[in-house]
């Protein structure tokens, strides 16, 4: 729980929300590709914002994923294509108490 | 002997809905869920009109685990330090006609109510591919294992992988899909009623507009039973082209004195996100082939008019209508596309595709910038300078009003958004 009325880094935030972490990462970043990628449209659509830009690179912060997919459609259709992402096995990945 | 008549991919609405029909008709019917449990992926502001689901499950509303019934309608106008509301009371709610619904523990109640009807759930099963034999979908290839049937449903979902493997349906473009992200705040059943002016089971729905520095988007509040449903929804594109990230807008608008005002000293007690997508009936994909039906959000069934979002009634719909075209095609031990196309003219005579076509230009109608720039401004201006009296010499109302409205020639604009807006919508 997190007092509503002051400020909150997505790590606070993210806190409050049950995970069951796969060892594995269910998204791969080409960083390649996306050292091209003018819009960097990753950075905006992720309300979880599991892609950081650090030293140049996109670094993607998997166990943080709330499974939307948004940032398939903006990668592709608006930056470089440079990140594969596929559902969490199942059972693993975020699982809501309120939804 | 395939090991069901029908296989479901995704325990949503529409995949229980689907399953809930089906499993009454006697039929043998697998429902695959990926989550831990069903609803454990499940997201939505949000708020559920009850035509569908009173239509369809045959258990009184009053036993389904909805958070409040629908009773005030708000819509905001915000501005930095103003805000217009306009407001819908409802003094006769005997007859609710939305309610605010929790989907987690929403959905895992109406599986527990399918799976009495006599379906089977299996859940931590995720789909990885579908079989395809002499252009046949046969099932479906889960944890490596085959399950085979005669016909599928394909109700995984907004992002329906398998849908577009099928080649039915094309990757979603950035300008008809929206981005929401969104918290709970516990605040209490009492202090919800308190705060909110609310008895009982009373609820407001409460749209937001104004705030989001020109990104195509809005906020809402919901109250649930003892917590309240805070989020914004984000046009994908727009928050690309504006360099906006929709969790700073969550951040904006959870702190807004607008917003804290109803939610101050409560707990944040989850934080979750959804993408929505608002395709329009032109762009509405096939759904159809040789042994697959798609229903729901994957098939992009959502419609958004200003503050009505619908979604779930769709959902609802449509997944019992892919039912009853399945039962239909095991009838007739006929599976073929030729049969199930009965889905689609099911479709066309129910409310799903009447109401898409009807509001067919409403993703146009919303997509106006001003929207969300310029007119909430506009409001708060004229009402601001309305109500203020300071002593000073004042205006006429009037001149007030046509002042603002014909600055920077916005008289132009303005009629011809509302012509456009009434003429879409």
């Known amino acids: 729980m997190a007092e509503v009325n002051k400020p909150l880094k997505i790590n606070e935030r993210l806190a409050l929300t049950t995970y069951i972490t ?5 998204i791969q970043v080409d960083n390649e590709k996306c050292k091209d990628c003018v819009t960097k449209a990753c950075l905006y659509v992720c309300p979880a914002k599991v892609y950081e830009l650090k030293d140049g690179k996109i670094i993607a912060h998997y166990e943080a994923c709330l499974e939307l997919g948004g940032c398939i459609i903006a990668c592709h259709q608006m930056g470089n294509k440079g990140i594969t992402w596929k559902y969490p096995k199942g059972g693993q990945g975020v699982v809501f108490k309120y939804g | ?62 036993e389904m685990p909805f958070e409040r019934f629908v009773v005030r309608e708000c819509i905001t106008f915000l501005d930095q330090s103003s805000s217009v509301t306009l407001e819908l009371n409802n003094y006769n709610v005997s007859e609710p006609m939305s309610a ?54 394909i109700a995984e979902g907004v992002n329906s992988f398998l849908a577009e493997k099928l080649g039915l349906r094309k990757s979603f473009v950035p300008e008809s899909v929206t981005v929401a992200a969104k918290g709970i705040v516990e605040l209490g059943e009492e202090e919800i009623n308190k705060r909110f002016n609310l008895k009982d089971k009373e609820g407001v729905a409460h749209a937001i507009i104004g705030f989001t520095n020109g990104v195509h988007g809005g906020g809402f509040i919901y109250t649930d039973r003892e917590v309240v ?44 996100g959804h993408l929505t997508p608002e395709l329009g009936y032109n762009m509405i994909p096939k759904i159809y082939s040789n042994g697959v039906l798609i229903a729901g959000d994957a098939a992009g069934f959502f419609l958004e008019g200003g503050p009505i979002l619908r979604g779930m009634d769709f959902a609802i719909e449509s997944g019992s209508l892919a039912a009853e075209a399945a039962n239909i095609a095991l009838n007739k031990n006929d599976y073929s ?18 109401d898409l076509r009807m509001y067919k230009n409403s993703p146009k109608a919303i997509s106006n910038p001003r929207l969300y720039t310029s007119y909430p401004k506009l409001v708060n201006q004229i009402f601001t300078q309305l109500m203020h009296i300071d002593g000073n010499p004042r205006p006429h109302m009037g001149s007030i009003i046509f002042n603002n409205i014909l600055r920077n020639g916005q008289i132009i604009y303005l009629l011809r958004d509302i012509f456009d807006f009434l003429a879409s919508l």
């Open chain 1, 22 to 26: 796969d060892v594995e990462s269910h």
């Open chain 2, 1 to 62: 002997m395939p090991d069901a008549d029908v296989i479901v991919v995704g325990a949503g609405l529409a995949g229980l809905s689907a399953a809930y029909r089906l499993a009454k008709l006697g039929r043998n019917v697998i429902v695959l869920e990926r989550g831990e449990y069903p609803g454990s992926k499940n997201v939505t502001g949000g708020r559920m009109y009850l035509h569908a689901i009173k239509k369809n499950i045959d258990i009184p509303i009053s």
């Open chain 2, 100 to 153: 605010t619904v929790l989907r987690a523990r929403f959905d895992r109640w109406f599986s527990e109510r399918v799976e009495e009807r006599g379906a089977t759930i299996i859940t931590k099963a995720k789909v990885d591919d579908l079989i395809l034999e002499d252009g046949f979908v046969k099932g479906v290839i889960v944890g490596g294992e085959k399950l085979t049937s005669n016909v599928t449903i």
């Open chain 2, 229 to 272: 449903s805070i989020g914004v929804v984000c046009l994908l594109k727009s928050l690309v082209e504006h360099g906006k990230s929709i969790a700073d807008i969550f951040e904006d608008f959870r702190l807004h004195p607008a917003v804290q005002r109803y939610i101050e000293g409560g707990k944040l007690v989850e934080y979750s």
């Open chain 2, 337 to 354: 596309e030729q049969t199930l196309k009965i889905y689609m003219d099911l479709l066309n005579d129910s409310f799903v595709l009447r």
